[in-house]
């Protein structure tokens, strides 16, 4: 059985990822990014923390939403990234690599593990309407990737 | 005047910086996957058979109940006479392993000061081991309406029962000459197990 706070985990994790990514591009980036990435990582651990001394408290719903929450923010600033690299920078290739490399797995992951856990809670909560977004953004976003790895499909027509 | 310095020519080159956020980022990721793991440790617990159960005997009082983790011994005694039950209930070990036990008195009736105690002079639990060589034996003599256990603290010490054999218990009961037929005595005793 999954616990809800595999997404604070998860989240936790992409902002490790993001704080290393922004660091190696760090001429992209303002210099405070990859630190504030650190500690967007260390409030994961908070989560956790709350999590294990709240477990006997806190209900499953409550656990699920707020750790949610924070996969949803972690997944916000992914796409904020490749958003930030693709407009405010003018990067169009490091955009795209972005894209395919970072946005469209992880967030293809998380889809995997809501949906995954939705299935295995017996959908207590009203999470068909969550993956139908998470499924809705993660079909958006590959036909975003295969136009900008491909922009002579739009062309074609 | 506290003056605060602060140094602006530390400039860190890239791959330090990155060491540094790496370095941080296996703690950070580390100290997270410790958090969960702790999180998903469940513990199961599953029903098995005793490892050393109780069994029938070639000498178990009559009206007696033996079960694999519990036996009822419906014993008598007789007035100024000494009754034996050679082997009134068996103790095997069913593991290929051995495992240490002991006995330990629970609770006994009628209670130490009521005057019903007088209708008993002994009763006597003796373990035998499979080859009928006395181990040990837990003893419930009475004094002036008083219980009196041996060992006094009501317990035995652990003994270590083979792997694969059944030992016996001895069951020896005595009363006065001025008991009253039809008195009851109901003692419980409980064999502790080491795993």
Same mark, same amino acid.
Request: net charge positive.
């Given at each position: 059985?999954?616990?809800?706070?595999l997404?604070?985990?998860?989240s936790?994790?992409?902002f490790? *990822?993001?704080?290393?990514?922004t660091c190696l591009l760090?001429?992209?980036?303002?210099k405070?990014?990859?630190? #504030?990435?650190?500690?967007?990582a260390?409030? @994961?651990f @908070?989560?956790?923390?709350v999590?294990?001394?709240? *477990?006997?408290?806190?209900? =499953?719903d409550?656990?699920?939403?707020?750790?949610f929450? !924070? &996969?949803?923010? @972690?997944?916000?600033?992914?796409?904020?990234?490749?958003?930030?690299l693709?407009?405010?920078?003018?990067?169009w290739?490091?955009?795209?690599?972005?894209?395919?490399?970072v946005?469209f797995?992880? =967030?293809?992951?998380?889809?995997?593990?809501?949906?995954? !856990?939705? !299935? &295995?809670?017996g959908a #207590?909560?009203?999470?068909?309407?969550v993956? *139908? #977004?998470l499924?809705?953004?993660?079909?958006?976003? @590959?036909i975003?990737v295969a136009?900008?790895?491909?922009?002579?499909?739009l062309?074609r027509r | 005047?506290?003056?605060?310095?602060i %140094?602006?020519?530390?400039?860190?080159?890239?791959?330090?910086?990155?060491?540094?956020?790496?370095?941080a980022?296996?703690l950070v990721?580390t100290?997270?996957?410790a958090?969960?793991?702790?999180?998903?440790?469940?513990?199961?617990v599953?029903?098995s058979?005793?490892v050393?159960?109780f069994?029938?005997?070639d000498? /178990?009082?009559?009206?007696?109940t033996?079960?694999?983790a519990?036996?009822?011994?419906?014993?008598k005694?007789?007035?100024n006479?000494?009754l034996?039950? /050679?082997?009134?209930?068996?103790?095997?070990? +069913?593991?290929?392993?051995p495992?240490?036990?002991?006995?330990r008195?629970?609770?006994?009736t009628?209670a130490?000061?009521?005057?019903?105690?007088?209708?008993? +002079?002994?009763?006597?639990?003796?373990?035998?081991?499979s080859?009928?060589?006395?181990?040990f034996?837990?003893?419930? +003599?009475?004094?002036?309406?008083?219980?009196v256990?041996?060992?006094?603290?009501?317990?035995t010490a652990?003994y270590s029962?083979?792997?694969?054999t059944?030992?016996?218990?001895r069951? /020896?009961?005595?009363?006065?000459?001025?008991?009253? /037929?039809g008195?009851?005595?109901? %003692?419980?005793?409980?064999?502790?197990?080491?795993?």
């Amino acid at each position: 059985m999954l616990l809800p706070e595999l997404f604070a985990l998860l989240s936790s994790d992409l902002f490790l *990822l993001l704080s290393l990514l922004t660091c190696l591009l760090e001429e992209r980036f303002p210099k405070a990014i990859p630190y #504030i990435y650190q500690v967007a990582a260390l409030m @994961g651990f @908070g989560h956790l923390m709350v999590s294990k001394m709240f *477990l006997t408290v806190f209900d =499953v719903d409550l656990r699920f939403w707020y750790n949610f929450f !924070y &996969l949803a923010v @972690g997944l916000a600033n992914v796409v904020a990234v490749n958003v930030y690299l693709a407009v405010s920078k003018k990067t169009w290739m490091l955009a795209k690599v972005w894209s395919a490399s970072v946005t469209f797995p992880t =967030v293809f992951i998380s889809i995997f593990f809501v949906y995954n !856990y939705g !299935y &295995l809670q017996g959908a #207590i909560f009203p999470l068909l309407t969550v993956d *139908l #977004i998470l499924i809705l953004s993660a079909a958006i976003l @590959g036909i975003a990737v295969a136009v900008l790895l491909s922009p002579k499909l739009l062309r074609r027509r | 005047m506290i003056k605060l310095k602060i %140094i602006k020519n530390v400039r860190l080159k890239k791959s330090s910086k990155f060491l540094i956020l790496l370095l941080a980022s296996i703690l950070v990721g580390t100290a997270n996957a410790a958090i969960f793991y702790s999180l998903t440790m469940q513990p199961q617990v599953t029903v098995s058979a005793p490892v050393i159960k109780f069994d029938h005997a070639d000498d /178990e009082p009559s009206g007696s109940t033996v079960d694999d983790a519990w036996c009822l011994l419906a014993a008598k005694s007789y007035p100024n006479a000494t009754l034996t039950y /050679e082997q009134a209930v068996n103790l095997t070990n +069913t593991d290929s392993a051995p495992h240490s036990f002991m006995l330990r008195c629970i609770s006994i009736t009628p209670a130490n000061g009521n005057s019903e105690v007088g209708n008993w +002079t002994s009763i006597k639990f003796l373990v035998y081991n499979s080859t009928g060589g006395y181990v040990f034996s837990l003893n419930f +003599t009475v004094s002036s309406n008083n219980w009196v256990l041996a060992p006094v603290s009501g317990q035995t010490a652990y003994y270590s029962i083979p792997a694969s054999t059944s030992w016996s218990i001895r069951l /020896e009961t005595l009363s006065p000459a001025t008991a009253t /037929e039809g008195k009851v005595c109901n %003692i419980q005793i409980a064999v502790d197990v080491q795993q």
